[in-house]
Nanobody, 116 residues
Framework: QVHLVESGGGLVQAGGSLRLSCAAS????????MGWYRQAPGKQRELVAR???????NYLGSVKGRFTISRDNAKNTVYLQMNSLKLEDTGVYYC??????????WGQGTQVTVSS
């Protein structure tokens, strides 16, 4: 079992910044992928960014250059630095942990609201 605890969401004006954190605990595999997904009202959940345990990353096209994902393997924590936030970045952001084999896990979600 893996437990994910997210923090850092909130309300911010367009152009502002937020930093999300997700701490994983439990049976953590040394080889894994951690990522952030988001879901806006009426839309499907989409991958925002992910980072492998070797540090390689992938980003949703619309957030490239604005968001940065990073991780601290010693703390089993993944971060998402979000800059130049836009209205369309509003949604519930979910942390995801995916081991090399077995089930993946989800956090409870944290709301990000960008206002004009």
């Amino acid at each position: 079992q893996v437990h994910l605890v997210e923090s850092g969401g909130g309300l911010v004006q367009a152009g502002g910044s937020l930093r999300l954190s997700c701490a994983a605990s439990g049976s953590i595999s040394s080889i894994n992928v951690m990522g952030w997904y988001r879901q806006a009202p009426g839309k499907q959940r989409e991958l925002v960014a992910r980072i492998n345990s070797d540090g390689s990353t992938n980003y949703l096209g619309s957030v490239k250059g604005r968001f940065t994902i990073s991780r601290d393997n010693a703390k089993n924590t993944v971060y998402l630095q979000m800059n130049s936030l836009k209205l369309e970045d509003t949604g519930v952001y979910y942390c995801n942990y995916k081991p090399l084999t077995g089930y993946d896990y989800w956090g409870q979600g944290t709301q990000v609201t960008v206002s004009s």
